[in-house]
Structures are given as structure tokens and as C-alpha cells.
């Protein structure tokens, strides 16, 4: 499991060591991982080592003092350093030590300085660069990139862009907040970032994730001391170990029955997809309550599953799927009310998608797991908050997904997954997900409901099997939002072998909802399979 953990708690983590003196020492092992990982990505561009010209761009703090350290070590290893100051002050005994190493150092002119002598050094120092280290703001940084920083990030990003240097992230890129990976203003977007003691959140969330790139962790030694972690993201092991996977005993009703609301004459698409994916997923039944001409319309592509105008409270079921596709004319809305209404009340778990968000019960509950794309959660929290007055946009939950993915779980009392290209999962107790498996080309019709059906089948599969998520201490309400995570990675895995980019590299081509339905019993397989 990769872990993250905000500023704060990081922060905690090192106070015992720098109140013994030893806050040096943090700071040059932080410095050693940097300058591998520099070397690694030199390496991975494959950019002679020797001769290489390394830009340490440095701000006041400590992270410029990793940067400058950084710089440094790598002249020792036959690299050109140099470094470009951002702010006033640097930190001291690192610009020494580049100093030492024969680095020139730069200052850019700031509001008080007339000559702009230093921003034309600065920019020439980076046409050369071959790799740039950005250590302008780490975990102190608040607000987004000031001047004269917002500047020279955004030429670098110019340089970037063209291919002519790359670019390191000294624990963040420099302008994005590490609790949220929100950036309110400018900041930087580099091509791989080395972090200290653990992963932040702001790296698996928002413009964060895209703007770290390529994440290495390097351990300082505070690693012991952190607490619970604030965010999660699961990996294959983790999959592997939370899939629900049939015992030697199983039949179809221990391995879970999904009861399925989804479609409408009008709309029968999403009632196909969900219940073709749930099938995929390997749940051990599909029952799908609806009109008859839409059941009619399932067995001809999914025929095993058991199609009935029946009502909720007639059947037996692990967990619930129910909103796809469905609309008010055929009593379809209705099917989906008594089903959360018993859900809430009983304990079976519930994926409530699309319309089925417009009937949610006032008190949700953790088993419930909504799954809005960011109009969807602009729409639900719009409508929760109206006593207030507050609008929320699609554009406010694309900038700061993780914080209104939390705010819908608390107000909602639900676990919620908001889909996107990371998809985050937020759950009522705090507990946080966030899975990066995807790729571009789901972003299609019909995808989400793919998503749905393969929760749902993970749902029924868990929903009697609480063992695998507690053994990864994720027990009690956090396994709703574990379950969620789970799907949103199958998802996405299914989503690569169906664009024919399985390493998720950008690479591979257009897909359809039906393609990612066929790839998820591969996705499953090649998870368990290790
Ligand atoms: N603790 C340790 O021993 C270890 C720490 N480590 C490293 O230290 C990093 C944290 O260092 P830090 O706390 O010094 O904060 P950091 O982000 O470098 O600078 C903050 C300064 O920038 C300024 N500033 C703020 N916002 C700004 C803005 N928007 N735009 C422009 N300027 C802004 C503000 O100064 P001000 O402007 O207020 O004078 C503030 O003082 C951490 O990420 C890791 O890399 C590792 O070496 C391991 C050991
Ligand atoms: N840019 C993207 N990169 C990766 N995955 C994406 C991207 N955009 C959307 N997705 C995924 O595709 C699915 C789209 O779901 P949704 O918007 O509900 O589509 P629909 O309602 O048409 O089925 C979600 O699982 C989402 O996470
Ligand atoms: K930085």
C-alpha cells in the first residue's frame, strides 16, 4: 500500500529529531535520495551523468537548502551545479556547500531590486540545464507560486514542455499544497518527484498527481514515528489480497448476489453494461429487477443473469447496485428508493450511481457508496447545502476534489467515489483512497457504468467476508471505502488492457464501454496472478 500523510503529520513525525539537534541529518539524507533519484532520471533520458548541468532552484526554506545540498552532491559525481535563488535568503549551509562544489549562484530581482541582471542569468543558467531541481516551497509553502518564482516556473514549464531539461520535484512540485494537492496559483509540474519520509497527500490528489510525475520515496528515518496515513492507495498485492476471491467451498449465494436496478425502456444501455460487467467481475449471481422488455434485452447479451419485474423486498441479495439509467415512468425510481431505504436499514451494501443519487435516504450510512463524476458531486452537494445558499460547480470539485470527496461522505453519511482520472474514495470515517490505475481513453459513455457493475460484484463478494480488509487493518466502516478503492482499480486496469496500454505508459488507443467489460475478467486474472 502506498501511504501519504499531510505536512502536519510529517512534520510531527521529525519534530522528535530536530529537537535533538539532529535536523541536519534528516536534511542530507533527504539531499542523498534527491540526488539519486537526479541521477535516476538522467539515466532514464538517457543523458550522459558526466558534464550534465544540474540547476538547483532554491526558495528560502528548508526544501531550497534539500535543493542547493542536492546540487551539490552531484558534482561530485561529475555533474555541473549551479543554483537560481528565489527569494532573499537561502539556506545557508547548503548554498555553501554549492558554493564549495563550484557552483555559480543566481539571484532573481524581487519587488525591491531595480536591475533584472539575475532573471536574464537565471534564464540563460536554464536554456542550458539539462535537469532542473525545483525546490522553491516544500511542506512550509502556502498560497501558490508569489513573483518572481511564478515566473521563472512557468518558462521552465516552457523548457519542459519542449523536452530540453527535466525536471525533479524537491518532496513537491513547488506551488502545490501537500495536505490537498490543490495549487491556487502558479506552481511547478515536474517529471518526477523524491519525497522525504513518506508520501504527501497532495501527491494523490488533484493537480498534485499529475504534477509530481514519476514519485519515488525516500526514507529519512522518521518513518516509524508516523501516524495513521491520511491518504491510500492501493497496489496489486493489496488487490490481490481484498479481491474476492472464491473458497475451495464457495457456491453462488456465499460468493454474493447483486440485485440490479439500473435502466428503462427508455434508457435499457445502462441496465445492459452494469449487469454485463457485474457477470464479468465473477459476482456469483445477477438479479435484475425492471420492466421485462429491458430483461429481455440483458439475456440476450448476459443470460445468466436472473431477470424479474420483482420489487426489493421480494428478494435475497449480498449487495445492491441501483440508479443507472433509470428515470421516474416505469416505477424503476421507486425500485431504487425501497432498495437503499432496506440497504440502510439492514446493512446490505449499496453502489448508488447516476439517478440513484437524486433518492438517497436523508441518513446514509458507510455501505452506501455513491459514485458521482465531479458534475454529479457538484449537483448532490449544491443540493444538500441549499439551506446555506452555497453553489458548488463541476470546475470548484475539479479543483479541489479531496476536499469536497470528504465534505460529501460527512455530509452525506455515505462513502463516496468520485470518478476521474484519479479516482478518490472518501468514506464518512475519514478514511481515504486514491487510485491512479486509468487512463485517459475511459473518459466515454457508458465507462461509468461498467464502474458500477464491477463495485457491485466486489460488494457482493465482500459483503459476508470482512477477513482480507481488516488483515490490512482496514476493518470496520473503512472497508466500504477499501471495496471502492478496489473496484476503481479494476476498473482502471481493465480500462489499459482495453486501450492496449496495460503499463498505463499514455500510449494505446480509443476503447468502447463494451471493450472495458471484456477486460475485466483479464484484469482480475493478471491482479491475481501476481
Ligand atoms: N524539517 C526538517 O528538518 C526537514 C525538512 N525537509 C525539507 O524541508 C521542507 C520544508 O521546509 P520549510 O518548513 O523551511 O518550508 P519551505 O517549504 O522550504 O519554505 C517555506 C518558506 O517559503 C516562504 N513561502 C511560503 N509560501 C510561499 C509562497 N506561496 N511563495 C513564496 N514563498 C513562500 C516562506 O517564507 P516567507 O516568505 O514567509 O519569508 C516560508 O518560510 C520540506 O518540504 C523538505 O523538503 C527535509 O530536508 C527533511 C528534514
Ligand atoms: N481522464 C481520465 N482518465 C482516466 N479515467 C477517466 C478519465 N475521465 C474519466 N475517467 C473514468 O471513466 C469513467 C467515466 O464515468 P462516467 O463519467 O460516470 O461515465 P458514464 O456516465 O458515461 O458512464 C470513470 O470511471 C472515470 O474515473
Ligand atoms: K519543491
Excluded at 435502466?263 to 441496465?271: E, I, L
Excluded at 460487467?277 to 434485452?297: E, F, I, K, N, Q
Excluded at 463478494?461 to 477477513?467: D, I, L, N
Amino acid at each position: 500500500m502506498l501511504e501519504a500523510w499531510t505536512g502536519a503529520q510529517i512534520r510531527a513525525a521529525e519534530q522528535p529529531w530536530l529537537d535533538a539537534g539532529e535536523g541536519d541529518a534528516l536534511m542530507r539524507r533527504a539531499a542523498h535520495g534527491l540526488a539519486g533519484t537526479a541521477l535516476a532520471l538522467l539515466d532514464s533520458r538517457n543523458r550522459p551523468r558526466y558534464g550534465a548541468r544540474v540547476v538547483a532552484v532554491a526558495g528560502s526554506g528548508n526544501n531550497g537548502g534539500d535543493a542547493l545540498w542536492a546540487a551539490a552532491l552531484l558534482a561530485r559525481r561529475g555533474l555541473k551545479p549551479s543554483a537560481i535563488l528565489t527569494a532573499g535568503r537561502a539556506h545557508e549551509a547548503g548554498l555553501a556547500a554549492l558554493r564549495v562544489a563550484g557552483g555559480t549562484v543566481v539571484r532573481l530581482a524581487d519587488e525591491d531590486s531595480s536591475s533584472t541582471d539575475g532573471d536574464a542569468a537565471a534564464r540563460r543558467l536554464l536554456a542550458d540545464a539539462d535537469l532542473v531541481i525545483d525546490g522553491i516551497l516544500g511542506t512550509g509553502g502556502s498560497g501558490g507560486l508569489r513573483e518572481p518564482a511564478a515566473g521563472l516556473a512557468a518558462h521552465l514549464e516552457d523548457l519542459r514542455r519542449d523536452g530540453t531539461v527535466a525536471v525533479l520535484a524537491c518532496d513537491i512540485p513547488s506551488g502545490v499544497d501537500a495536505d490537498t494537492g490543490e495549487a491556487e496559483a502558479a506552481h511547478v509540474t515536474a517529471d518526477a518527484t523524491a519525497t522525504f519520509g513518506g508520501a504527501k497527500s497532495g501527491h494523490l490528489a488533484g493537480v498534485g498527481e499529475t504534477a509530481s510525475g514519476a514519485l519515488t520515496v525516500v526514507p529519512i528515518g522518521i518513518e516509524d514515528a508516523l501516524p495513521e496515513p491520511d491518504v491510500r492507495r492501493l497496489q496489486p498485492a493489496d488487490l490481490r489480497a481484498l479481491w474476492p476471491t472464491p473458497a475451495r467451498s464457495a457456491q453462488k449465494y456465499s460468493r454474493g448476489v447483486l440485485g440490479v436496478i439500473a435502466g428503462s425502456p427508455q434508457y435499457p444501455g445502462a441496465a445492459l453494461l452494469t449487469t454485463a460487467a457485474a457477470a464479468a467481475a465473477g459476482v456469483g449471481m445477477v438479479r435484475y429487477l425492471g420492466p421485462s422488455s429491458v430483461g429481455t434485452l440483458i439475456n440476450a447479451r448476459t443470460p445468466d443473469a436472473v431477470c424479474s419485474e420483482q420489487q426489493p423486498g421480494d428478494v435475497h441479495v449480498q449487495a445492491w447496485l441501483a440508479g443507472p439509467g433509470t428515470n421516474d415512468d416505469d416505477g424503476q425510481l421507486d425500485r431504487v428508493r425501497a432498495a437503499l431505504a432496506a440497504a440502510v436499514a439492514d446493512g446490505t451494501p449499496a453502489v448508488v450511481d447516476a439517478g440513484g443519487m437524486s433518492v438517497l435516504p436523508d441518513a446514509g450510512a458507510a455501505h452506501l457508496v455513491l459514485t458521482p463524476h465531479a458534475g454529479e458531486l457538484a449537483r448532490l452537494l449544491t443540493d444538500r447545502l441549499a439551506a446555506s445558499g452555497e453553489q458548488v460547480e463541476r470546475a470548484d470539485v475539479e479543483a479541489r476534489p479531496l476536499h469536497h470527496a470528504r465534505l460529501a461522505a460527512r455530509i452525506t453519511g455515505c462513502t463516496v467515489l468520485l470518478k476521474g482520472a484519479t479516482t478518490l474514495v472518501a468514506g464518512p470515517d475519514g478514511a481515504v483512497f486514491s487510485q491512479a490505475d486509468a487512463t485517459p481513453w475511459l473518459s466515454t459513455a457508458g465507462s461509468g457504468d461498467v464502474l458500477a457493475g464491477i463495485l457491485g460484484a466486489v460488494l457482493a463478494g465482500v459483503a459476508e467476508h470482512p477477513e482480507p480488509a481488516e488483515r490490512l487493518g482496514l476493518g470496520g466502516d473503512t472497508r466500504w471505502a477499501a471495496a471502492a478503492a478496489v473496484a476503481a482499480a479494476i476498473h482502471g486496469r481493465a480500462g489499459r488492457l482495453a486501450a492496449h496500454d496495460p503499463a498505463g505508459t499514455g500510449a494505446g488507443g480509443p476503447l468502447h464501454a463494451t471493450a472495458v467489460i471484456d477486460a475485466t475478467a483479464p484484469a482480475v486474472r493478471a491482479v491475481l496472478a501476481g
